[in-house]
C-alpha cells in the first residue's frame, strides 16, 4: 500500500509527479482559499506526508492528530508556522524551499523600496483617476534612491542578494545581524552596526529578518521614533516584526516619510486596513517570491523532498 500525501492548495498537476510516483496524493482543490482547519485534521490524521503553506498552522494538535506523518514539506523558506520542536520529538523531518527564491525575493523587495521611495503606485492611481491636469515641478516628488544609505535588517542569503542590487545604485549598505556576515563586508562593503545605529542612519530600512523570539515586535514605536524623517521601511520578512499600530502612528505622524510593505501580521488583510488608507503605504499580498519560474522550483523541491523521505532516502533541504 502506498503512503497518502496531502496537499493544502490546489498546485499544477505536471509538477507533482514525483509525489504520484512515490504516494497516494489528494489536493485541495482552491488555489486562492486556504485549506479548512477541520479538512486539514481530517486528512493529517491519515497522512504520511503534508505539503504545506505558510497560511497552514501545523501546531501541536495537528501534530497530536497525525500518528503516521513522517514528511512536512513547506512551500516557503520559512517555517514559522510549523512547531519545529514537536516534529523533532515525533521524529517528523520538516523540508523548506531555501535558495530557489533568494533572487526573486531580491528583486520584488528592491521593487518595493524602489515603488515607496518614487510613490510609483500612487503616481500610477493619479493617472487612472484622471487627477492628472498638468505637469509641476514638485508633482509626486520622491525622494532618490542612489548615493543614499539602506540598513539591512537581516544579512542571509536574500538579505546578501539584495544588498548586492543596491550597489549598481552606489548606496551605502549598513547591516544587523545576529551575526557578523564577512562575506557581505568583503564583497560589497557591508558596514556591521548595532540595531538602533542602523535605524539612525539609514534612509531606507529594509527588514529581511527571519521570525523569531528576538526579531518579534522588533519594529516598535521605539524603533520608529530613531528613523530619519526622510526614512523609508521596507519589509519583506514576516510581518509579525512590525507593530502595526506603531507603524501608523510613525506615518500618520510623519516619524518616517513612508512604507513599503509585503507582508502582515495577520493575512490576508481587508480592505478596510487603516495602513491602506495612507497614500505613503505600497501594500502587496505577499508576493515576494510569485514569479512562475521561481514557485515552479519551489512546488517541485517540496515534490523532491517528499518522495525522498516516503523513499526511505535524505531530503534535499531538511529543516532540522
Known amino acids: 500500500m502506498k503512503p497518502f500525501v496531502f496537499i493544502t492548495r490546489k498546485l499544477p498537476l505536471e509538477f507533482i509527479q514525483e509525489i504520484k510516483r512515490a504516494a497516494d496524493v489528494e489536493m485541495w482543490e482552491e488555489e486562492e482559499v486556504p485549506c479548512p482547519r477541520e479538512l486539514l485534521l481530517k486528512k493529517a490524521a491519515k497522512a504520511d506526508g503534508l505539503l504545506t503553506m505558510l497560511s497552514d498552522k501545523v501546531d501541536q494538535e495537528l501534530l497530536h492528530s497525525a500518528p503516521q506523518l513522517k514528511v512536512i514539506a513547506n512551500l516557503a523558506v520559512g517555517f514559522d508556522n510549523i512547531d519545529i520542536d514537536h516534529c523533532t520529538e515525533k521524529g517528523i523531518t520538516v523540508c523548506n524551499t531555501p535558495d530557489v527564491l533568494t533572487d526573486t525575493t531580491a528583486d520584488l523587495t528592491f521593487a518595493l523600496m524602489m515603488a515607496a521611495a518614487r510613490r510609483i503606485v500612487e503616481s500610477a492611481q493619479y493617472v487612472k483617476e484622471g487627477k492628472w491636469k498638468s505637469w509641476g515641478p514638485y508633482l509626486l516628488a520622491g525622494t532618490d534612491l542612489h548615493h543614499k544609505t539602506v540598513g539591512i535588517v537581516g544579512m542571509g542569503k536574500i538579505g546578501r542578494t539584495f544588498a548586492k542590487r543596491t550597489t549598481g545604485f552606489d548606496m551605502k ?22 540595531f538602533h545605529d542602523l535605524l539612525k542612519r539609514s534612509d531606507f530600512v529594509v527588514c529581511l529578518a527571519p521570525l523569531t523570539n528576538e526579531t518579534k515586535e522588533l519594529f516598535n514605536r521605539e524603533a520608529f521614533q530613531q528613523m530619519k524623517r526622510e526614512a523609508v521601511f521596507v519589509n519583506a520578512s514576516r510581518g509579525a516584526v512590525v507593530v502595526e499600530e506603531a507603524l501608523l502612528l510613525a506615518l500618520e505622524e ?58 526511505g532516502k535524505k531530503p534535499e533541504t531538511p529543516v532540522q
Do not use: K
Not at 515576494?288 to 523532498?305: D, K, W
Open 254 to 311: 510623519g516619524w518616517i516619510a513612508g512604507a513599503g510593505l509585503d507582508v502582515f501580521e495577520r493575512e490576508p488583510i481587508g480592505g478596510d486596513h487603516p495602513l491602506l488608507r495612507l497614500p505613503n503605504v505600497v501594500a502587496l499580498p505577499h508576493i515576494g517570491s510569485a514569479s512562475r519560474e521561481t514557485r515552479t522550483e519551489m512546488i517541485q523541491l517540496c515534490s523532491r523532498n517528499l518522495s525522498a523521505v516516503l523513499s
Open 173 to 194: 549598505i549598513l547591516y544587523h545581524n545576529r551575526s557578523r556576515n564577512r562575506e557581505a563586508e568583503e564583497e560589497l562593503g557591508a558596514e556591521y552596526c548595532e
